[in-house]
């Protein structure tokens, strides 16, 4: 049965992935998900347990609604650096749905949102998972604005890589001269 705060995201969840929806209703239930997550009334994980087996269903369509239904909530909400457990278990889900052609729009969505958060640079834990998933996807077939999702995403695991390269070469430089 599903939780209070479940229930009250289920209507949003329901118009989002109703293909007798227009955009601007669908823009609309997307707003109020992401208030209500925002305000604490509900959470992420709320939300997956709304999205349920929309998330796995044999209908390319509402998968790839539901995937991007929470790609869209992942990279408005902000999730904090304070929710770790929670940042770790969105990019290994969304992660592992990269494989999945209709989940890949979404799901590169809610990466990019949750590794470029306003809440500094995202940890290695974060980007392993996400550049190992990426070079199994043929970037060159997405349509375009996902290759540019794509290419941001592991420039900025790139970028962050080089960041922990540079410091680590500066604390073993640091380190020599004391010797």
Known sequence: MPTSACQSLLPGVAVFLSAQNNEQDRRR????IVA????????ISDLIEGLGQSLVSDDDTERGRAALLLGEVVALAS???N???TQEHLVQFLSSRLADWPSV??????????ISSDHGPPA???LCPVVKALLKVHIS????ADRMLALTILLQALQVCLKRQRLLA???????EQL
């Open 29 to 32: 239930s997307l707003q109020d």
């Open 36 to 43: 209500k997550i925002q305000s604490c009334s509900s959470s």
């Open 79 to 81: 999730i904090s650096a």
């Open 83 to 85: 929710a770790q457990p």
């Open 105 to 114: 729009h979404g799901c590169l969505k809610g990466i990019a949102g949750l």
């Open 124 to 126: 290695a834990n974060l």
């Open 141 to 144: 077939s997405l349509a375009q």
């Open 170 to 176: 500066a604390c073993c430089h640091a380190c020599a």
